[in-house]
């Protein structure tokens, strides 16, 4: 489905109201990109060349993050080394329960848009991991471990806003 044309700069005036289904965004079924202005480049686990597919689980080893109901922010946590991230270096994340991470950004926001954007809704400095309406009910958990040198951070049984009959389990690395 193509997304409508629209000002990159702007806020985002097409969110849906909470609850309803975002009709305007949706899954982007790229496999790779870049380079942008900074040189970075990204690539799935699919695209020839991309980085190996890998699942560490921490749920038995990792810290527990304390994210409960829809629409929080949690930290600032310890990412563990200095990460330089678009031109500055961060030590700390934040999570969001609606599946992204921040470098700074203590939103909620729940319905993604069109990257970059300086809106002001936009979080800055993210990891758009599985941003979407979730909601961190009931059996959803967060965690995250620094083994020495990477961080990792893992979502576990976390359902989207409209359906909780099917809850996703991702993480970054």
């Given at each position: 489905?193509?997304?409508?044309?629209?000002?990159?700069?702007?806020?985002?005036?097409f969110l849906a109201?909470?609850?309803?289904?975002?009709?305007?965004f949706?899954?982007?079924?790229?496999?790779?990109g870049?380079?942008?202005?900074?040189?970075y480049?990204?690539?799935?686990?699919?695209?020839?060349?991309?980085p190996?597919?890998?699942?560490?689980e921490?749920?038995?080893?990792?810290?527990?993050?304390?994210l409960?109901?829809d629409?929080v922010n949690?930290?600032?946590?310890?990412?563990?080394?200095?990460?330089?991230?678009?031109?500055?270096?961060?030590?700390?994340?934040?999570?969001?329960?609606?599946?992204?991470?921040?470098?700074?950004?203590?939103l909620?926001?729940?319905?993604?848009?069109?990257?970059?954007n300086?809106?002001?809704?936009?979080?800055e400095?993210?990891?758009?991991?599985?941003?979407?309406?979730?909601?961190?009910?009931?059996?959803?958990?967060?965690?995250?471990q620094y083994d020495?040198?990477?961080?990792?951070?893992?979502?576990k049984n976390?359902p989207?806003?409209?359906?909780?009959?099917?809850?996703n389990?991702?993480?970054?690395?």
């Amino acid at each position: 489905q193509a997304r409508p044309a629209r000002d990159p700069e702007e806020d985002l005036p097409f969110l849906a109201p909470k609850g309803e289904p975002d009709r305007l965004f949706g899954v982007t079924p790229l496999s790779a990109g870049g380079p942008d202005a900074f040189g970075y480049r990204w690539s799935d686990s699919n695209e020839p060349g991309g980085p190996a597919f890998q699942w560490v689980e921490i749920s038995a080893t990792g810290t527990a993050i304390a994210l409960s109901g829809d629409d929080v922010n949690a930290g600032p946590l310890p990412i563990g080394f200095d990460f330089p991230f678009y031109g500055t270096t961060f030590s700390t994340f934040r999570i969001c329960s609606n599946g992204w991470l921040s470098f700074s950004s203590s939103l909620t926001q729940y319905s993604n848009t069109t990257l970059p954007n300086a809106g002001s809704t936009v979080p800055e400095n993210l990891l758009a991991v599985f941003w979407d309406d979730l909601n961190f009910s009931a059996g959803a958990q967060a965690f995250y471990q620094y083994d020495g040198t990477r961080l990792i951070v893992e979502y576990k049984n976390v359902p989207r806003f409209l359906d909780s009959t099917h809850p996703n389990t991702f993480e970054v690395i």
